[in-house]
């Protein structure tokens, strides 16, 4: 059965006349744009709550499968930062029935891979298999989520290759700066810890704290499966009932009232590394929810900022002065408020110069609006990204797992291409004045005498901090003494 | 007749230019899918370029890839990532072409570009809307034909190259042992030339040696046009005749590395400090052949039986069962004119280099004196079905594969063919082809310690002196 399509036309920008230099050859223009179609998703629901969406996409013998669970990081225990993303790593590492070799062995045997983790909102289980082998697949995607063995064997081991991983993360500035930056920016609320934790809570995780959040929000009515690929709505309803009927709750989800926020305060702080062999330079600060209405105008905000070869920051930054090899930004909306960061790597000695392009770029975003060929352009690649995404089975199934796990209708996957294409200019402005236009914290992760005495002209009350001082798990960064 | 598993008789096509390429030999069964042969076009230009191309209106894009046989292997003497460095020139425009065209024609309407470079080729990729083909043809022509680069925009980008260097290499901490594996297992061919090169001879390069590269490397004889998706074969061929077409092929021989690797006559073990790597890391290197070789398929099998997933043997045994690795990986880094087997890991906290070593040399006694079995043999050829799969999701994805085949490999065909010659690689051909290159073969060791074992290592040895 053919599933319905929607068309779309994205590619709608003509290139800019200046283009057409006179001369021997000049560039052709481009031919009438062609048309889009995404497969429309379908959906059905289990009798235990289990949501099922399916998009048919019968070219090629492949199924993409993915379990979402609408909850991540976000919830970890206060001072067990990573819980949500340990649990979730677990859920391949052995069942009830299966040890993790085994786990492994099965899917690999099959040429599939199986993955499982946590993000800040949602926690997902997936695999990729070819189609003729979906049943063997799904039987061990589903023992993975429902019959997890969480043994103590195996926490200890996946905890160890955590600390090893944090080892090498801590001694990255880029890496280091972004743990600080959640920290900076969110303090003791829900985003301030790292997703994936840190030395200490690592540590301190006990097995009950894994088990506890599996029990509280792995359940079927906050889960949604999806299948995508060489499968039809019947064969996906019958696999979901097949593999995830039997799936019942332990408990009802309680979600924990998120930590009442206090006022946002930008603050800047600079970790001195002394063995940094370039300097991470982010500002960022609170923004929006991912169900703001002001969602797209704040893409198409972020993306004339920072998203691509020539966007504003890198016109700036490496085209201009060579400053680095690649500046960004990014609007990240959550369940609740997420952040908006703009971040570079440089030399060391460059810190502070390109702190202070950044912070200029994002003040012309209010003063030099966005409009005309840059606003039709940064459109363009949103839209031109977002198909880009979709062309394989685990980018559409992806995407359906966002929209599931922030509750919002399937039919916003083919309404963010006209959505994106309606922002004007003014929308951008609005949000650029509603949610940018205060002062941003400004994080550096370096070696700070190389950048430190330009940089306070600028940031005068800026806070250095030195790496064997540093504390991740407190607001403030300092270890206590 | 059409076989009914089309996956493994890839019954080749048709090209208008050059004739229909006879069918290979019927295959064995697979394994229950089926992936169609991509149906090849190839034309040659008079001026020397190749241009292969796939139609497939799935969407509404195309990929356009232009791959130049040139790489870093032939950076000039005393330049030391130059190849690379000049990737990043031709995006700097000419008396036609914009700084900002390439954006212009791709990122601005909703597509990509960017460019790599590697050992043997650099390649430059963009994917468009499908009604932006000719602008791009046209775009890729002209910076085939000649580049403006003045002193500005020279010096600017190399500061950027710099930066490129600085974040790869300097900010990670095991991006100095990732350059001294090629530097110390080489010891004559230019492999042992990192591509990213080094601050001080991307400092020395000069304006006119990017001029000379141009017109050394990029003619139209020494470069593959491939364009993949929703194209019009017709009118692919009148716009590379108009826009390629007119480049001059310049007389002079395009000039080819001829240093060869002598085989190693001793075991060599190189130490290095770093202030950086909170665990120490070791790789293990064994000269291996061109990736033209026959036996690259029975290497790849033997690649992923060692080291893809979690329940390949290296993962199995010293990451899941002896916890003395954090991470560790098997790779048949095969190129045109040789490679390399490279064993590469991370240590565990707490564990010891030497155990390390002797753990991952049980391992590879093992593999040599008793292969690999049935079951392992038919999940790789399994993996690698899947991954072909995978490959063909994306025009992107084909016209790489397209690219390599031609380009690397030196036969296009092989994008239909090398699934097949995979899937019939037995576990004898696994086991004797790593005997072949390992047993008896002499080895590069390259340790990347923390810095505090060199205290430890100064104070034992003092101790011993005394």
Known sequence: ?481 | MRYRFALLTFAFVVSRFIGTIEAGEPAPPSPGVTISPLAIKHATLENGLQIYSIEDHKSPTVAVQVWYHVGSKDDPNGRSGFAHLFEHMMFKGNEHLKADTFEELTENVGGENNAFTAADVTVYHEVVPSNYLEPILWAEAERMSSLAINDTNFNSERDVVKEEYRQRILANPYGEFSLALEQKSFAAHPYKRPTIGNIAELDASQLPEVRAFHSTFYRPDNATLIVVGDIKPEELETWTKKYFGTIPRPSEKIPRVSATEPARKQDAVSVMYSPKAPLPAFAVTYLAPSIRSEDTPALDIADAILSEGESSRLYQSLVYQQQIATRVSFNADLREDLGLLTFRLVLASGKSVPEAEKALDAQIDNILKNGVTEDELKKAKNQFLTGKLRELQTNNGKASALGEAAVIYGDAERINTDLAKLQAVTTDQVKNVLNKYIAGKKRVVIEYLPDAMKSAAAASLEQTSK
């Open chain 1, 1 to 481: 059965m053919r599933s319905s399509f929607i068309a779309v036309v994205i590619f709608g920008v003509t290139v800019r006349a200046a283009l057409a230099i006179s001369g021997v050859d000049t560039p052709p223009p481009p031919a009438p744009p062609h048309e889009i179609n995404f497969t429309q998703p379908k959906e059905t629901k289990l009798e235990n709550g289990v949501r099922v969406i399916v998009a048919e996409r019968p070219d090629l013998p492949l199924l993409a499968a993915e379990v979402v669970v609408r909850n991540g990081a976000e919830i970890d225990p206060p001072n067990l930062a990573g819980t949500a993303s340990i649990s979730g790593a677990l859920l391949t590492k052995g069942t009830e029935s299966m040890s993790a070799p085994q786990v492994a062995s099965a899917i690999e045997s099959l040429g599939g891979d199986i993955s499982s983790g946590a993000g800040w909102d949602s926690s997902t289980a997936s695999v990729v298999v070819m189609s003729d082998k979906a049943e063997a697949a799904l039987t061990i995607l589903a023992d993975v989520v429902l019959h997890p063995a969480f043994k103590q064997e195996e926490i200890d081991r996946l905890k160890k290759q955590r600390l090893d991983g944090l080892r090498v993360a801590l001694q990255q500035p880029g890496a280091l700066a972004a743990f600080v930056t959640d920290r900076v920016v969110f303090d003791s609320g829900e985003y301030g810890h790292s997703t994936g934790g840190t030395i200490e809570t690592v540590q301190a995780m006990q097995r009950d704290d894994i088990v506890k959040l599996y029990k509280s929000y792995y359940s079927p009515t906050n889960a949604a499966v999806i299948f995508v690929g060489k499968v039809t709505l019947e064969q996906g309803k019958a696999y979901a009932q097949k593999y995830f009927g039997a799936w019942k709750a332990d408990a009802t989800v309680v979600k924990a009232a998120p930590p009442s926020t206090t006022e946002w305060k930008p603050e800047n702080v600079v970790v001195d590394m002394p063995q940094a062999g370039q300097s991470a330079v982010a500002l960022s600060r609170p923004a929006i929810k991912r169900s703001s209405p002001d969602y797209y105008s704040g893409l198409v905000a972020n993306a004339a900022l920072g998203n691509g070869f020539i966007s504003r920051l890198n016109r700036e930054i490496r085209i201009k002065r060579g400053l680095s090899y690649g500046a960004r930004s990014s609007l990240d909306a959550r369940r609740d408020t997420g952040p908006f960061t703009a971040s570079a790597q440089t030399k060391n000695e460059s810190a502070s110069e390109v702190a202070r392009l950044i912070m200029a770029e994002l003040k012309r975003l209010a003063t030099d609006p966005v409009q005309g060929e840059e606003l039709k352009s940064r459109q363009a690649v949103l839209t031109g990204g977002y198909a880009r995404g979709l062309e394989t089975d685990e980018g559409f199934a992806g995407n359906l797992a966002s929209l599931a796990a922030y509750n919002l209708p399937l039919d916003r996957l083919n309404a963010f291409i006209p959505k994106i294409n309606a922002v004007k200019t003014e929308d951008v402005t609005a949000f650029v004045t509603k949610y940018l236009s205060s002062t941003p914290s400004l994080i550096i992760v370096g070696k700070a005498p190389a950048f430190i005495d330009p940089l306070k002209k600028d940031f005068p009350d800026v806070k250095v901090i030195p790496q064997s001082n540093l504390d991740l798990n407190r607001p403030g960064l300092v270890k206590e003494k």
